[in-house]
């Protein structure tokens, strides 16, 4: 049985009760910290790999942003949720064409679109109906041959392209930097990807733009202090993936 098929133990219900709480006062005081307003960034539960039950145990103290990397794996969840009124679903996972009518007919946000063609299948498949798909660019902001991601260099010319697709709402940028452990080097691409996001906003001063997804379990804190507004915690609230 794979592991998002299997049942939760009340124990693993609990704390993952509890790792929200924590989630929750480590961002207040990573926002305080900074000199930001407390509400000025949420919380986006990562939920890869965990079982649905984990996920309404986050959702029963309040949690209602969930991001999910796996579309068959996340639409076996989404079936088993449907009764979590207000639930909003992100995918943040890797977006291939095969994937985009999907996507697009069962999110409210889209954290990982890189280039064009992918905007376009989106805007396209997206229900009219549903209003529009929530979208954040994906920014290659390391510069690693590995990642996804548009090049800082690109992002102008793709953000238009988007701005024009009616189904889609460009709301900001995302990135996922190269892993560090020390603080300092931590701040640098998360600063980058702020001046990148306040360069997009001084281009298009009419645009929805409002969202910088940024800051993971292991660097939340150098986020915030660089602007996050969502921050995506995963195994500080779910445990270790295995
Ligand atoms: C898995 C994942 C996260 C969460 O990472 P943690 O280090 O477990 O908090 C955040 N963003 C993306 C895109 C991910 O794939």
Known sequence: MSDQQSRATPD?????????????????????????????????????????????????????????????????????????????????????????????????????????????????ARPTSMGALNICLQVNISREDSKSGVMPEALPALAEQVLALPNLRLRGLMAIPAASNDPEQQHVPHARLRELFEELIRRHPDAPLDTLSMGMSGDMEAAIDEGATLVRLGTAIFGSRD
């Open 12 to 124: 693993q219900s609990q704390a993952v009760k509890d790792n929200i709480v924590a989630s929750r006062h480590r961002l207040e005081q990573a926002l305080v910290k900074s000199g930001r307003p407390v509400d000025s960034a949420a919380i986006l539960a990562v939920s890869k790999t965990k079982p649905a039950t984990m996920l309404r145990a986050a959702f029963e103290v309040g949690q209602r942003l969930f991001g999910e990397n796996y579309l068959q794996e996340a639409l076996e969840k989404q079936r088993s949720l449907t009764d979590l009124e207000g639930i909003e679903w992100h995918y943040i996972g890797a977006l291939q064409s095969n994937k985009t009518r999907e996507v697009a007919e069962h999110f409210s946000w889209v954290h990982t679109v890189d280039r064009e063609k992918i905007a376009r299948r989106l805007n396209e």
